[in-house]
């Protein structure tokens, strides 16, 4: 009897074929493409001994409880803000998720968002899609932004994607890194990886790298101002309008972990004012529904705000390995070996 998996949208994954032409598992999948509807998952999770899901797919309680035969579920993305994570617990069902195999991928992506926000990239690209260059060109002053070089990187949470990040961010010999985090880890500045990047970043060997505790403190000090933490109650609208009218006026806020931990409205004033400089968002509270009346896209803000649809781990190799760890979870729980 093999086990029997919900498959709520089609992945990436060769482990998943490979079990399924072998006949090791057997596969409930949809004949369409996109998120799996509602009701979809409602009428097939009753026969299913584990369902792979992704930030698309919410798992509420009613829906966990529905399926009886549950031993796994496994989503494919490090963050679980999506599952009633306490629903599963209570069936003691094992939650698998993906994390590691996407960190260089996201913390690439934070890094070009970075430099995008503090270079303009959003209002110079407009110029030349517009057709306006002829009206925008070169002079002394057009299109300037701050360097990264000397400045105050600033992370709310300081996992491994937000380590990852400031490890590349040596390169470019920033002033000083301070983070604030709920679950300490030491960072090893010494580890292989870092110094390696310290040696071709030979003015970063003396830079200064400290816990600030104090989110307000971390705010006043910050040129940049980078969210990587995951989204929960403590964390839903983290930044808000006190965090932000602490910022610097010259600082950019950088947020490529998850939309609602930045309260929207307060951010959009922010920029509106002049209050903060710019930002660089991947994620949005309330995404994928964001319509062209959205606060952040008008007149006023857009220029300052760079924003992109939830592609931090999207290169291939990222999401390749994350359907092959989100399928190994499922393959392990039932001991199928290929
Ligand atoms: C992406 O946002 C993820 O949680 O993997
Ligand atoms: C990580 O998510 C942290 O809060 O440090």
């Known amino acids: 009897n093999v086990p029997t998996i919900l498959l709520c949208r089609d992945i990436p994954s060769t482990l998943l074929k490979n079990a399924e032409e072998k006949g090791l598992i057997q596969i409930i999948r949809r004949s369409e493409d996109g998120p799996a509807p509602k009701e979809w998952i409602r009428s097939n999770i009753t026969n299913a001994n584990a369902i792979i899901v992704t930030l698309t797919e919410p798992l509420s309680e009613e829906m966990i409880e529905a399926g009886k035969k549950l031993q796994v579920v496994s989503t494919m993305s490090v963050g679980t803000d999506h599952i009633d994570t306490n629903a599963i617990q209570k069936r003691s069902i094992k939650l698998g998720t993906t994390p590691d195999v996407l960190d260089d991928a996201v913390a690439d992506l934070t890094l070009l968002l970075t430099l995008a926000a503090m270079r303009n990239l959003s209002y110079a690209s407009r110029i030349v899609q517009q057709g306006q260059w002829s009206k925008h060109p070169w002079s002394p002053l057009a299109f300037c932004g701050p360097s990264l070089r000397g400045k105050t990187i600033g992370f709310v ?108 409205i307060a951010l959009a004033q922010a920029l509106e004012s002049g209050q903060i400089a710019g930002a660089g968002l991947d994620v949005l509270e309330g995404e994928p529904n964001i319509s062209s009346e959205h606060p952040l896209l008008q007149e006023s803000c857009r220029d300052r705000v760079l924003i992109l649809p939830h592609i931090g781990s999207a290169t291939n190799e990222a999401r390749q390995a994350m359907a092959d760890l989100c399928v190994k979870h499922v393959l392990d729980q039932f001991s199928v070996s290929l």
Do not use: C, W
């Open 157 to 264: 949470g300081f996992g491994n994607i937000a380590q990852t990040v400031a490890s590349l961010m040596l390169m470019f010999q920033p002033g000083r890194i301070l983070y604030t985090t709920s679950k300490p880890k030491p960072f090893d500045i010494q580890s292989p990886d870092f110094s390696r990047l310290r040696e071709r970043a030979s003015a970063s060997s003396d830079i200064e790298i400290r816990n600030v505790p104090d989110l307000q403190q971390l705010a006043k000090e910050s040129d940049v101002v980078i969210t990587l933490t995951s989204l929960n109650p403590s964390t839903k609208h983290l930044i808000d309008e006190k965090f932000l009218s602490s910022m610097k006026r010259s600082a950019y806020l950088i947020n490529t972990a998850r939309g609602p931990i930045v309260d929207t």
